[in-house]
C-alpha cells in the first residue's frame, strides 16, 4: 500500500500571521500617507511664501509708484498761475479762488486722492476740493506744511486728519504768486482706504483669487 505525502508549499495561515501582515501593510500605507502630507504641506507651505512676497514686492513697487506721481503732479499743479493768483488778498486773487475750488476738484477725477487744498502763509485754507474747510481749517502747525513753506515737497504721514480724524498720506509743494510777494503751500491727501482697496484689488493669491 503507497502512502501519499503531502507536501505545503506556503505555511498555513494562521490568525496571527494575517495581523501581523495586515499590520505591516497599514503601516506602510500609513507611512505614505505621513510623508505625502508632510510633502504636500511644506509644498503648500513654500507656495504661499512665495506668493506673499510677490505680494508685499508688488505693494512696496505700488506705493513708491503712487507718491512718485503724487510729487510730480502736486509740484506741476502748484506752479499753475492760478493757484498763485489765488494766494493774493486783493480783489484779483478772491475771484480767482472760485476758479482755483473748481480746479482742484476736477484733479481728484480718477485718483485715489481725498482733497487737495491751496494754503495761505498762516495755514488758513483759502481754496480747496472740499469747499467745507474752505476758510475754516488752519493747518500750520503741521510740519509739512512748514516745511514746504521753505520750497520743500513734502511727504508726510499723519496719524490723525483735521478733517476725518482718521490716518493719512500728505504730500504738499509750496506755492508762489506771480509778483513773489506771496507764499503758500498746496498739499494733497491720499484716501488711503480707497488706494488700499484698489491694491486689494489687484493682488490675488493662489488661482482662484483673494488677498
Given at each position: 500500500?503507497?502512502?501519499?505525502?503531502?507536501?505545503?508549499?506556503?505555511?498555513?495561515?494562521?490568525?496571527?500571521?494575517?495581523?501581523?501582515?495586515?499590520?505591516?501593510?497599514?503601516?506602510?500605507?500609513?507611512?505614505?500617507?505621513?510623508?505625502?502630507?508632510?510633502?504636500?504641506?511644506?509644498?503648500?507651505?513654500?507656495?504661499?511664501?512665495?506668493?506673499?512676497?510677490?505680494?508685499?514686492?508688488?505693494?512696496?513697487?505700488?506705493?513708491?509708484?503712487?507718491?512718485?506721481?503724487?510729487?510730480?503732479?502736486?509740484?506741476?499743479?502748484?506752479?499753475?498761475?492760478?493757484?498763485?493768483?489765488?494766494?493774493?488778498?486783493?480783489?484779483?486773487?478772491?475771484?480767482?479762488?472760485?476758479?482755483?475750488?473748481?480746479?482742484?476738484?476736477?484733479?481728484?477725477?480718477?485718483?485715489?486722492?481725498?482733497?487737495?487744498?491751496?494754503?495761505?502763509?498762516?495755514?488758513?485754507?483759502?481754496a480747496s476740493s472740499d469747499s467745507d474747510i474752505v476758510e475754516a481749517l488752519n493747518v500750520g502747525g503741521r510740519e509739512h506744511f512748514m516745511r514746504s513753506l521753505k520750497a520743500e515737497v513734502i511727504v508726510d504721514i499723519l496719524p490723525s486728519s483735521y478733517v476725518t480724524a482718521k490716518p493719512i498720506?500728505?504730500?504738499?509743494?509750496?506755492?508762489?504768486?506771480?509778483?513773489?510777494?506771496?507764499?503758500?503751500?498746496?498739499?494733497?491727501?491720499?484716501?488711503?482706504?480707497?488706494?488700499?482697496?484698489?491694491?486689494?484689488?489687484?493682488?490675488?493669491?493662489?488661482?482662484?483669487?483673494?488677498?
Amino acid at each position: 500500500m503507497r502512502i501519499r505525502r503531502r507536501f505545503r508549499l506556503f505555511p498555513p495561515i494562521t490568525t496571527g500571521y494575517l495581523a501581523s501582515v495586515l499590520s505591516i501593510m497599514l503601516i506602510g500605507d500609513l507611512l505614505i500617507i505621513v510623508l505625502s502630507y508632510l510633502h504636500t504641506r511644506r509644498t503648500i507651505k513654500d507656495m504661499a511664501s512665495h506668493q506673499a512676497v510677490q505680494a508685499l514686492s508688488f505693494l512696496n513697487r505700488k506705493l513708491n509708484s503712487t507718491i512718485m506721481g503724487m510729487r510730480q503732479d502736486i509740484r506741476q499743479w502748484s506752479r499753475e498761475r492760478v493757484s498763485g493768483i489765488a494766494l493774493s488778498d486783493s480783489y484779483l486773487g478772491k475771484s480767482v479762488r472760485a476758479a482755483a475750488n473748481i480746479r482742484l476738484t476736477e484733479r481728484l477725477l480718477n485718483t485715489n486722492l481725498e482733497r487737495i487744498s491751496l494754503l495761505d502763509k498762516n495755514g488758513d485754507i483759502t481754496a480747496s476740493s472740499d469747499s467745507d474747510i474752505v476758510e475754516a481749517l488752519n493747518v500750520g502747525g503741521r510740519e509739512h506744511f512748514m516745511r514746504s513753506l521753505k520750497a520743500e515737497v513734502i511727504v508726510d504721514i499723519l496719524p490723525s486728519s483735521y478733517v476725518t480724524a482718521k490716518p493719512i498720506l500728505v504730500v504738499s509743494a509750496p506755492v508762489n504768486s506771480p509778483d513773489l510777494d506771496e507764499m503758500g503751500v498746496m498739499p494733497a491727501v491720499l484716501n488711503l482706504n480707497r488706494f488700499a482697496q484698489n491694491l486689494l484689488d489687484e493682488v490675488r493669491f493662489g488661482k482662484t483669487g483673494g488677498a
